[in-house]
């Protein structure tokens, strides 16, 4: 079978994904770095990912490593690059793809924190990752103020009720920029996809704030209208 040997012939190469995750609570946006347990670069930050295995896809991939770290399953990802720099990984050729997922903290599995040895950091408090991956977590904010300008996806950072100086506060995370409160309400009222509820957060104050919800339903069929959404 000559074929066989046609590819025999050819250089093995390995394809992992790697995964830049998001998160957010009251101090901001963050990632999520695991500490490499083996080397080269033993004991340093690193992305979270894997090795491509052979009866899988991609994106079959990149939901088992986001399993793995998060213990959470139907996370918000997106695939964003390759990366096939020759030289990128010392030990041999890997092609890696890169995605990016959002989880909401609160739902995330702390005790996989001590399991995988991982850690959320603030972005101006994250190490220097390892190889290309501070290459890919700057592609990956680029992707993700892009689309948090034009799309609702910033919701998957949230719980299911939250104020409104947490959605600010998460707009402001991503853009990395201060916003007028009172140009953002009305930005977003205008937009009519929140439904204000009767309850309150008072963890703040004695008179609290009103908790919205965002209308994944009422969005989708006004993006069936044309609908678009746009900060």
């Known amino acids: 079978?000559?074929?066989?040997?046609?590819?025999?012939?050819?250089?093995?190469?390995?394809?992992?994904?790697?995964?830049?995750?998001?998160?957010?609570?009251?101090?901001?946006?963050?990632?999520?770095?695991?500490?490499?347990?083996?080397?080269?670069?033993?004991?340093?930050?690193?992305?979270?990912?894997?090795?491509?295995?052979?009866?899988?896809?991609?994106?079959?991939?990149?939901?088992?490593?986001?399993?793995?770290?998060?213990?959470?399953?139907?996370?918000?990802?997106?695939?964003?690059?390759?990366?096939?720099?020759?030289?990128?990984?010392?030990?041999?050729r890997t092609i890696s793809v890169s995605y990016f997922a959002l989880i909401n903290k609160n739902k995330y599995d702390l005790k996989l924190n001590i399991k995988n040895e991982a850690q959320w950091f603030k972005f101006s408090e994250a190490p220097l990752p390892i190889f290309d991956h501070q290459q890919m977590i700057e592609k990956a904010l680029i992707r993700l103020r892009r689309k948090a300008l034009s799309t609702p996806l910033g919701f998957e950072l949230l719980p299911e009720k939250f104020t409104m100086r947490q959605l600010k506060r998460l707009y402001e995370s991503i853009l990395n920029q201060k916003l007028d409160k009172r140009n953002f309400i009305n930005k977003f009222n205008s937009l009519d996809i929140l439904v204000k509820l009767e309850e309150k957060d008072k963890t703040s104050s004695k008179k609290g704030a009103f908790l919205y919800k965002f209308d994944e339903k009422k969005y989708q069929l006004k993006k069936e209208e044309g609908f678009n959404f746009k900060l």
């Not at 992992?16 to 080397?39: M, N, Q, S, T």
């Not at 690193?46 to 899988?56: A, H, I, P, V, Y």
């Open 1 to 92: 079978m000559t074929y066989l040997n046609h590819y025999n012939e050819e250089d093995k190469v390995l394809v992992a994904v790697d995964c830049i995750i998001f998160g957010f609570d009251e101090e901001g946006l963050k990632i999520l770095f695991v500490k490499r347990g083996f080397e080269p670069e033993k004991g340093k930050w690193s992305l979270m990912g894997g090795f491509l295995k052979r009866e899988e896809n991609l994106a079959e991939a990149a939901t088992r490593v986001l399993f793995s770290l998060t213990g959470l399953q139907d996370i918000y990802m997106e695939q964003l690059y390759s990366y096939s720099e020759i030289d990128r990984d010392p030990v041999t």
